[in-house]
């Protein structure tokens, strides 16, 4: 799939959310990616995670791409890293945080054992700060990495991992310090997305 087709699974989904929102790096934006949306729905998701390993192929044209594992950080990555496994024969494991928003950790009896090829995966990229404690938690390991991989980036400047990154759609998105944020000074309340999107306090 190329990027029209996916921006329309975002916008025919009601996906892409427009009005004023608190991101997890607590940056305020006017629009919000929430991929869980496109990815309830499995024909979809297979979709997706089908395109997106074609396209870490496809990038990696000439080297044998060859991974054991999977690992996503919890929970947004969990669904896409399953579907990413599933096409690339691998394990899917994902990483959560301690109790206390603690750092991600692997739980349940997850393990990545040095030497293993793992390709780290995430449902949308905003600051990269969940793949990069899933790249050093990697890193740690002893397994290599052999790159990152994403359905959507939403930051205005590209986000850097110090290994590939595989993305499918680029929308550059505006967001703002809440002390800045345009949308507080105009009374728009303020929402924090998630699993039950809640009302916040404006900066």
């Known amino acids: 799939m190329n990027e029209s087709e996916i921006k329309k699974f975002f916008l025919d989904k009601g996906a892409m959310l427009e009005g004023h929102f608190q991101l997890?790096?607590?940056?305020?934006?006017?629009?919000?990616?929430?991929?869980?949306?496109?990815?309830?729905?499995?024909?979809?998701?297979?979709?997706?995670?089908?395109?997106?390993?074609?396209?870490?192929?496809?990038?990696?044209?000439?080297?044998?791409?060859?991974?054991?594992?999977?690992?996503?950080?919890?929970?947004?990555?969990?669904?896409?890293?399953?579907?990413?496994?599933?096409?690339?024969?691998?394990?899917?494991?994902?990483?959560?945080?301690?109790?206390?928003?603690?750092?991600?950790?692997?739980?349940?009896?997850?393990?990545?054992?040095?030497?293993?090829s793992i390709l780290a995966v995430e449902d949308v990229i905003t600051t990269g700060g969940s793949l990069r404690e899933i790249v050093t938690l990697v890193n740690n390991s002893g397994a290599k990495l052999i790159g990152v991989a994403s359905v959507a980036e939403r930051s205005a400047v590209p986000v850097h991992f110090g290994t590939t990154k595989t993305v499918l759609l680029k929308i550059p998105l505006k967001d703002y310090l809440p002390t800045e944020c345009p949308l507080c000074q105009k009374g728009i309340p303020l929402v924090k997305p998630g699993s039950r999107p809640e009302k916040v306090d404006a900066a």
Do not use: W
Request: charged residues 25%.
């Open 24 to 116: 997890t790096s607590g940056r305020h934006s006017d629009l919000y990616l929430q991929c869980a949306l496109i990815l309830q729905y499995p024909d979809l998701a297979e979709k997706l995670g089908e395109s997106l390993v074609a396209r870490v192929r496809e990038e990696n044209a000439g080297i044998p791409v060859r991974v054991d594992a999977v690992c996503s950080p919890a929970l947004g990555g969990i669904v896409l890293g399953h579907v990413v496994a599933r096409a690339m024969r691998a394990r899917a494991i994902f990483a959560e945080r301690e109790p206390g928003a603690g750092l991600l950790r692997l739980r349940r009896g997850f393990s990545i054992r040095p030497g293993e």
